[in-house]
């Protein structure tokens, strides 16, 4: 079953920029899948159509097998949560539990049923102790989390991410890109994870999908996309690090076979450690 389906989108500001043309971007249900592209790419442009934030100029936008229109935008958006570039434009309430509880209040749940929703989500999302904090006195990684638990307490089947790891330090960025792999593994969700950070891509993405200038530029697993590396710097982006290394042993120390490069550092050491057995 597809999670989402866009036939044709294409979106124009009221400004005339033409943000997206004639998209067809599928995922599978419970797939977890980043889409990757330079910035002004048209990332943030695709997602807000996934939740109906925008409406397609022309084309049409497809959740779970129902089309997206302003008469179903409620039922869309409990299907399909939102977080968003930037967690202090999801983030108002006067605490964390209150605007956990924001979401499920609005669809007039018991209390008894928002309570649990926000013990769950807070849980999940490792927040216990902050609940009474006023969210903008949150650290970076506690803001992120807080605007997932958000999402998370409406139950939704699809979450689409923007930039969901961008101003974290390393370790708080592994935590978060940990919860999301969590929820995707162990909740079955679908996760749509907008990103320009080549290096954790492979880390996470079931499949990844290429946005230039408005155009999907190829959609794949992450071995195929990466075996493009002329077509990936052509527009801006680049391979993986640890990949790129092993391009280097490649092509310029003849140090290996053609054999696939490795995307993660975990398939680097396999392959190293390989290399000096086979030495021995
Ligand atoms: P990305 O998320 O990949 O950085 P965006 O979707 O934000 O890309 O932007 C795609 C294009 O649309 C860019 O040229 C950007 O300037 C333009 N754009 C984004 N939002 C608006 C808007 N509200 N009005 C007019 N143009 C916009």
Same mark, same amino acid.
């Given at each position: 079953?597809?999670?989402?389906?866009?036939?044709?989108?294409?979106?124009?500001?009221?400004?005339?920029?033409?943000?997206?043309? @004639?998209? @067809?971007?599928? /995922?599978?249900?419970?797939?977890?899948?980043a889409?990757?592209?330079? @910035?002004?790419?048209?990332?943030?442009?695709?997602?807000?159509?996934? @939740?109906?934030?925008?409406?397609?100029? &022309?084309?049409?936008?497809? !959740?779970? +097998?129902?089309?997206v229109?302003?008469?179903?935008l409620?039922?869309?958006?409990?299907?399909?949560?939102?977080?968003?570039?930037?967690?202090?434009?999801?983030?108002?309430?006067?605490?964390?539990?209150?605007?956990? #509880?924001?979401?499920?209040?609005?669809?007039?749940? &018991?209390?008894?049923e928002? #309570?649990q929703?926000?013990?769950?989500?807070?849980? !999940?999302?490792?927040?216990?102790g902050?609940?009474?904090?006023?969210p903008?006195?949150?650290?970076? +990684?506690?803001?992120?989390?807080?605007?997932?638990?958000? !999402?998370?307490?409406?139950?939704?089947?699809?979450?689409?991410?923007?930039?969901?790891?961008?101003?974290?330090?390393?370790k708080?960025?592994?935590? /978060?890109?940990k919860?999301?792999?969590?929820?995707?593994k162990?909740?079955?969700l679908?996760?749509?994870?907008?990103?320009?950070?080549?290096?954790?891509?492979?880390?996470? #993405?079931?499949?990844?999908?290429?946005?230039?200038?408005?155009?999907?530029?190829?959609?794949?697993?992450?071995?195929?996309?990466? &075996?493009?590396?002329?077509?990936?710097?052509?527009?801006?982006?680049?391979?993986?690090?640890?990949?790129?290394?092993?391009?280097?042993?490649?092509?310029?120390?003849?140090?290996?076979?053609?054999?696939?490069?490795?995307?993660?550092?975990?398939?680097?050491?396999?392959?190293?450690?390989?290399?000096?057995?086979?030495?021995?």
């Amino acid at each position: 079953m597809k999670a989402i389906e866009t036939i044709n989108l294409s979106h124009t500001y009221p400004d005339g920029t033409k943000a997206i043309g @004639n998209i @067809n971007f599928n /995922v599978e249900k419970g797939k977890n899948i980043a889409i990757l592209g330079p @910035n002004g790419a048209g990332k943030s442009t695709l997602l807000h159509h996934f @939740n109906g934030l925008l409406m397609p100029t &022309s084309g049409k936008v497809n !959740v779970l +097998g129902q089309e997206v229109t302003k008469q179903n935008l409620d039922e869309i958006r409990q299907k399909v949560g939102l977080v968003f570039q930037d967690p202090d434009d999801q983030l108002f309430a006067r605490s964390v539990a209150l605007d956990i #509880a924001f979401g499920p209040t609005n669809l007039k749940l &018991s209390k008894a049923e928002i #309570a649990q929703r926000v013990n769950w989500a807070i849980e !999940v999302t490792d927040l216990k102790g902050l609940e009474n904090k006023s969210p903008s006195n949150l650290s970076g +990684g506690q803001k992120r989390r807080a605007s997932i638990a958000g !999402v998370l307490a409406m139950k939704p089947e699809i979450i689409i991410l923007d930039e969901p790891m961008s101003n974290l330090d390393p370790k708080t960025s592994s935590k /978060v890109l940990k919860l999301l792999m969590q929820l995707n593994k162990e909740l079955g969700l679908t996760l749509i994870i907008a990103t320009h950070d080549v290096d954790l891509v492979p880390l996470f #993405a079931d499949e990844i999908c290429i946005l230039n200038k408005g155009q999907i530029l190829m959609q794949g697993p992450p071995q195929e996309i990466f &075996s493009q590396a002329e077509l990936l710097r052509s527009v801006d982006l680049r391979l993986p690090r640890i990949t790129h290394l092993f391009e280097i042993l490649n092509k310029e120390d003849s140090l290996r076979g053609d054999k696939q490069y490795p995307l993660t550092i975990g398939e680097a050491r396999r392959e190293i450690l390989e290399m000096l057995e086979n030495k021995k």
